[in-house]
């Protein structure tokens, strides 16, 4: 405390806060402003015609239409696009979580051989490129009789989000203070008493943290939930490719559809909003 | 934290190991398998050696998609990190507006990468894209399928629309985390905002800019979906990074040996690139104890 303090060279007083906190606010209103321009145009392209479209530049559209959401509730290659990727997501942030909470008490807790090397092994994990692995997927799915199906796609994504889950779950609960289990386990609770009764409860936020992650990039990827699927199981990234080939270039309804894309996310986020910048820095703060 | 040696937490990690496994080493040995085998289909495979990766050393295509790979990852580097910061230091730090900020500026990061790609293909346009068209209206010339430059700078501004709100989180949860006394102490030296930020704000920033580097250099790396669907490695092949080369290489040509070979080095790359940021991590976190 006193080191960073006399660290500190003494120079001219702060400036007024008041002038420096108005450029700050100004700065962050600019960029979110940037983050949301296209974000606005895609809105105000999904509620016009492909006629207007096409044919004017409008801030704003003209003759708002639902046309373009109608026709994507309206056929079942759409929407269901939409419940297939809703699935495998949530198969895959349920499995990834589940197996990931031991691991991570495992590597919070005890030392044992391998230990630093198994981490790193998950980590290049995450580190693989989803494009390398592509092709050896719809080879190993399609020999062991699981291509087309949602658990393939949600097993293949535990690729990169097992890694992480662990990651973050482990530094939410190298938090605890190790005390708590010992406590515990003299007090007489099982292990698994103790961790879902005691110790689950206490790291609640960084469970919600690493669903939320799983979540995300299980929902952002469509390279290989396109690859793993084709017939029984199409995802929303197929739906949007083929449809907006086959019908030639139909704007309107792409916009609509790159919309309703974003609402899951949007949802989820308003739920972990609380605890979401502690998460990104995997709870090593 | 002092760590209990005990061997039997390998049955808690047995779960974890065995489906990374299953999702990871399998399809890996299907590439190790192509990249020394040459086949003529029907699963006959004969034994080639090293071929494939002399065939790909010595392609100055890969090289060239390798060089642009590097330059793309440093540019998304010193654009992001630098921004990020200094946006987090913008934020307010608690009550409404933090957490509406922290809703907006999470948005860009949960949507499917296609979608992205699709957005900016859209608002790029120069017939019905606000982007383009304002450009084109200003007299600029600008066209993605014909200019690199503008290709470029479109996937770079694409880019750190799409991620620059990962450092800022990352950032600003470091900095929330910083205790008041330090400020205090700060304070009383009358120390000025950029001492604050010099002495006080970027040693505690350490950790997660570590973690913030690590993500992004690897997932810049490794980018495909976003430049494929904006210029689809174009024009020419200007932006074709080393992703869409391999994809092209392996799913377009299907010359699987090569394209093999290929994946192991990339692979290799990130691996060595990510494991220098790693051990500086973890000795990070060992110096971060206190004695």
Redesign the interface.
Known sequence: MTAVATALPRRRPARSLSAGTAVSRVALVLYILFLLVPIYWLVNMSFKTNVEILSTMTLWPARPTLQNYVNIFSDSTWYMGYVNSLIYVLMNTVISVTVALPAAYAFSRYSFVGDKHLFFWLLTNRMAPPAVFALPFFQLYSSIGLFDTHIAVALAHCLFNVPLAVWILEGFMRGVPKEIDETAYVDGYSWFRFFTRIFMPLIASGIGVAAFFCFMFSWVDLLLSRTLTSVNVKTIGVAMTRTSSATGLDYGTLAAAGVLTIVPGAVVIWFVRNYIAKGFALGRV | ??????????F??L???L??A???V???M??VNYAFNDTFGENVFFWVGTDWFQDVLTDDRMWAALKRQLIFSAIILAIEVPLGI??A???PKRGIWA?L???????????????VG???Q??ARI?????G?TLDQLGISYNLGQNATAAWITLIVMDV?HWT??VI??S???L??IPQ??YQ?????????W??FR??ELPKLK??LL?AVLLRF?DS??I??EPFVVTGGGPGSATTF??ID??KM??GQFD?GP?AAF?IM??LV??LV??AF?TIMVNLDREDVPK
Do not use: E, H
């Open positions: 934290m002092q760590k209990t040696q005990n061997n039997r937490a390998w808690m990690v779960p974890v190991f489906l990374v299953f999702s990871a399998l399809p890996l299907t590439v200094a946006i230091l913008c934020m957490s900020c922290l809703v907006l500026l999470a948005l860009p990061l949960l949507i499917p990468w296609n979608v699709t957005i900016w859209l608002f017939d019905i894209g606000l982007l068209y629309w709100s990962l989180l990352l600003y949860a470091g929330q985390a006394a330090y102490a700060g304070r009383i030296d009358q120390a000025s905002r001492a604050v002495y006080i950790g997660v973690i690897m790396f490794m495909y979906t080393l992703s391999l994809v392996a799913l699987l394209a994946s990339y692979f990130i691996l990510s494991w790693y």
